[in-house]
Antibody, heavy 120, light 110 residues
Framework: QVQLQESGPGLVKPSETLSLTCTVS????????WNWIRQSPGKGLEWLGY???????KLNPSLKSRVTISIDTSRTQVSLKLTSVTAADTAVYFC??????????????WGQGTLVTVSS | QSVLTQPPSASGTPGQRVTISCSGS????????VNWYQQVPGTAPKLLIY???QRPSGVPDRFSGSKSGTSASLAISGLQSEDEADYYC???????????FGGGTKVTVL
């Protein structure tokens, strides 16, 4: 059973860069898309973007200028960087594995999520 | 404001059937599949339905999904106390060129 674990600083100062890592264990990264999704306190889910195991990415257009997603298959890790953060970026950040085939896609495994607070 | 519109809340008594709607447009639900996720507060979402009406193994057949035109629905039959959670629909939007979620529906078991 694949497991995903997010890690990174729980507190980031305004205007700085948020950096998180998702470590994948118990399964291969091959043939999957790896996503970052966040949830502001008391709010709904927001998709940030994904990276295919081969390295191609698709990012949320509303955040594209600030988001970078990278992958290190040798270390089975996916990373997220979000620049110039503000209080509006305070959220629980999830990584999720996506299964995709023609006409079908879904997130079948999720990490437990990590809370990142943006505050000085 | 979410591109996919869900009612903020729904409720029912144990054993009842509850239906949650997810309304979209031709650029998302109208031309793409819909997935449904269940989230118990404080935990990660869990996949309930994919490809609009397919249940992953392990999900009880009390949960069913359907899609018609630019709307989708999740039905919970034989409502149980453990079904109390938030439910989110998700799809792809061709105009936004990205994955999108509904605003979520909180289901309460009375």
């Amino acid at each position: 059973q694949v497991q995903l674990q997010e890690s990174g600083p729980g507190l980031v100062k305004p205007s700085e860069t948020l950096s998180l890592t998702c470590t994948v264990s118990g399964g291969s990264m091959s043939s999957y898309y790896w996503n970052w999704i966040r949830q502001s306190p008391g709010k709904g889910l927001e998709w940030l973007g994904y990276i295919y195991y081969r390295g191609s990415t698709k990012l949320n257009p509303s955040l594209k200028s600030r988001v970078t997603i990278s992958i290190d298959t040798s270390r089975t890790q996916v990373s997220l960087k979000l620049t110039s953060v503000t209080a509006a970026d305070t959220a629980v950040y999830f990584c999720a594995r996506e299964v995709a085939s023609p006409g079908s896609w879904y997130f079948d495994s999720w990490g437990q999520g990590t809370l990142v607070t943006v505050s000085s | 404001q979410s591109v996919l519109t869900q009612p903020p809340s729904a409720s029912g008594t144990p054993g009842q059937r509850v239906t949650i709607s997810c309304s979209g447009s031709s650029s998302n639900i109208g031309s793409n599949t819909v997935n449904w996720y269940q989230q118990v507060p404080g935990t990660a979402p869990k996949l309930l339905i994919y490809s609009s009406n397919q249940r992953p193994s392990g999900v009880p057949d009390r949960f069913s999904g359907s899609k018609s035109g630019t709307s989708a629905s999740l039905a919970i039959s034989g409502l149980q106390s453990e079904d109390e959670a938030d439910y989110y629909c998700a799809s792809w939007d061709d105009s936004l060129n990205g994955r999108i979620f509904g605003g979520g529906t909180k289901v309460t078991v009375l």
